[in-house]
């Protein structure tokens, strides 16, 4: 089984500033149809969650530009290039279709 | 517009079952693929189960083959879980959700699951 791994786990930032995730996989996330199915999701406290990046590095509709997905293989990052309030909550990474894995999330929050 | 609502939780004694209900509107949830993520108290997102487009096949976490079963009735736009043999370690908001992967995914707004004596 693939296991998806994420740092940190906890990431107090200033309003305004960057911020970066990393997630991990335990094997490459190379699909036999060549693309890569790692996404990003984002949960607000007391909210279901929400997808923010598919394959990588697409940025769903309606998700704001500062953020970003990169990777690949087995190394993939989410960065958020200015934080915003609105923004704290626990951010997710997912594997799939070896079976489905997210990792265990990282907790986003203000200094 | 898209929406997703599930019911159907409550309180179960372990060793019963429970039924899970996903109730699609504004779209053909045969035509997506169809999940089911669940999140316990205080803990993270763990993927369950997942029907495929046209319901040609359906996947399931290590911790629920065997018990849990997803379904889906065309004529409802539903999807189900049917969960059988609980544990309280099953004691968790159960969201149902479309396509994870790829097109364009919504998500529910959960049902509480308790597994309790």
């Known amino acids: 089984d693939v296991v998806m791994t994420q740092s940190p786990l906890s990431l107090p930032v200033t309003l305004g500033q960057p911020a970066s995730i990393s997630c991990r996989s335990s094997q490459s996330l190379v699909y036999s149809d060549g693309n890569t199915y790692l996404s990003w999701f984002q949960q607000r406290p007391g909210q279901s969650p929400r997808r923010l990046i598919y394959?990588?590095?697409n940025r769903d509709s309606g998700v704001p530009d500062r953020f970003s997905g990169s990777g690949s293989g087995t190394d993939f990052t989410l960065k958020i290039s200015r934080v915003e309030a609105e923004d704290v909550g626990v951010y997710y990474c997912m594997q799939g279709p070896h079976g489905f894995t997210f990792g265990p999330g990282t907790k986003v929050d203000i200094k | 517009q898209v929406q997703l609502v599930e019911s159907g939780g409550g309180v179960v004694q372990p060793g019963r079952s429970l039924r899970l209900s996903c109730a699609a509107s504004?779209?053909?949830?045969?035509?997506?693929?169809m999940h089911w993520v669940r999140q316990a108290p205080g803990k993270g997102l763990e993927w369950v189960a997942v029907i495929s487009h046209g319901a040609s096949t359906k996947y399931y976490a290590d911790s629920v083959r065997g018990r849990f079963t997803i379904s889906g009735d065309s004529s409802k736009n539903t999807v189900y879980l049917q969960m059988n043999s609980l544990r309280a370690e099953d004691t968790a908001v159960y969201y149902c959700a479309r396509s994870l992967l790829t097109m364009e995914n919504f998500w529910g707004q959960g049902t509480l699951v308790t597994v309790s004596s």
């Open positions: 504004g779209f053909t949830f045969s035509k997506f693929a």
């Open positions: 394959k990588v590095s």
